[in-house]
C-alpha cells in the first residue's frame, strides 16, 4: 500500500495551487482519504477528508470555501484544490487513509504518503 503526494509549490498569496494523492496497493471505494499539513514548529493539522464510497466531504474552518477535495477513482487518486492562498497555509502536506470513515485524528489514518511542500509567499 502506497500513497504519493504531489503538486506543491510556491504560490504568491491569492494564488491556487492543486495537491495530488496517488494511491496504490488498494483502491479509493473503501477507504477514506485525508489531507493534513504541518507547519515549522506546529503540530500537524487537519484540512480535508473524503469518503469516495459516500461522498462525503469535510474541511477545516481554516480552509472552508477555499479549498475543495474531490477523487477520481478511476485514476485512484484524491486531489486537494487549494484557492485563495494565504501566507498561513504554507506547511508540508500530507495524504493519508483510514478504512471508510472520515476522521480529524491522525491516530486513526493507516498509511502517509511522504508529503509535498506549499509556500505561499510574495
Known amino acids: 500500500v502506497q500513497l504519493q503526494a504531489s503538486g506543491g509549490g510556491l504560490a504568491p498569496p491569492g494564488g491556487s495551487l492543486r495537491l495530488s494523492c496517488g494511491a496504490s496497493?488498494?483502491?479509493?471505494?473503501?477507504?477514506?482519504i485525508g489531507w493534513f499539513r504541518q507547519a515549522p514548529g506546529k503540530e500537524r493539522e487537519w484540512v480535508s477528508c473524503i469518503e469516495s464510497s459516500d461522498g462525503n466531504l469535510y474541511y477545516a474552518d481554516s480552509v472552508k470555501g477555499r479549498f475543495t477535495i474531490s477523487s477520481d477513482n478511476a485514476k485512484n487518486t484524491v486531489y486537494l484544490q487549494m484557492n485563495s492562498l494565504k501566507p498561513e497555509d504554507t506547511a508540508v502536506y500530507y495524504c493519508?487513509?483510514?478504512?471508510?470513515?472520515?476522521?480529524?485524528?491522525?491516530?486513526?489514518?493507516?498509511?502517509w504518503g511522504q508529503g509535498t511542500q506549499v509556500t505561499v509567499s510574495s
Open positions: 493519508a487513509a483510514e478504512p471508510r470513515i472520515c476522521s480529524d485524528y491522525d491516530g486513526t489514518y493507516d498509511y
Open positions: 496497493g488498494f483502491t479509493l471505494d473503501y477507504y477514506a
